[in-house]
């Protein structure tokens, strides 16, 4: 219920949208908005999703595309962090401040940037769903000079390439790092079981294997000759 109430919060906040300032044409008319959206279920918890999308230099370790970032805040987490990133855009480096406007603890945050005559308005927020995490992220251009809205028509295949090379890495990493400490939860309390496990001879050795992410214990006799499984 808490979970559900904060996303909630979360999304109301969220589609109010940045200020009136950042939405509108500097010369006072709307700008016209370009909407780039991608959503992924992870099979990790929402805890270590969030934090990856959240905590810049995490997600930096993710993407390789990203090259480099410069904090320009006091801060380094939150609301009312600034940085510079600079990353690689289809062979080019491209440098952008960013600023984090909205942040809720595992459920989602919003990142909002000037470049190229345009407002960046990224959101990105995650929902648990069972023992997996969907992550959508919507990230709205926001052009307000005529040349920026004609550039933005040519980048868009580009933006949206590069959004969803983003996710499928996020999405890769958080798997990957979940199955990794799955694994090495399996091993911690399968080697606390066989501490139980009675001595009733010296020479008896003990040897873990896995197979098919299933541990065994084998046990060998060097004085007997012989080789049994200790556990059928």
């Known amino acids: ?127 648990a769903r069972g023992d997996a995490t969907e992550l959508s992220m919507t990230m709205d251009a926001r052009p307000y000079t005529w040349m920026a809205k004609l550039v933005n028509v040519f980048i868009k295949g580009m933006v949206t390439k590069a959004v969803t090379r983003d996710m499928d890495k996020l999405k890769m990493w958080c798997e990957a790092h979940s199955s990794r400490v799955a694994d090495g939860r399996r091993v911690w309390n399968f080697m606390e079981c066989t501490r139980q496990v009675p001595r009733q001879q010296p020479q008896i050795r003990y040897r873990f294997f896995r197979h098919d992410l299933t541990t065994a214990f084998v046990a060998s006799s060097r004085s007997a000759g012989t080789t049994r499984a200790a556990y059928p």
């Open 1 to 127: 219920m808490g979970d559900t109430l904060r996303n909630q919060a979360l999304l109301d906040c969220l589609s109010a949208g940045p200020s009136r300032s950042s939405t509108q044409d500097r010369r006072g008319g709307e700008s016209t908005s370009q909407r780039h959206a991608v959503s992924r279920t992870i099979k990790a918890p929402v805890d270590l999703v969030f934090t990856r999308i959240s905590d810049v230099h995490r997600f930096a370790e993710v993407s390789d595309d990203i090259l480099e970032i410069e904090f320009l805040s006091g801060i380094t987490h939150g609301v009312g962090t600034r940085f510079k990133e600079t990353r690689n855009l289809n062979g080019r480096t491209a440098t952008t401040e960013i600023e984090v406007t909205e942040y809720v603890e595992n459920a989602g945050v919003r990142f909002v940037s000037d470049a190229g005559s345009t407002i960046w308005d990224t959101v990105m927020i995650v929902t």
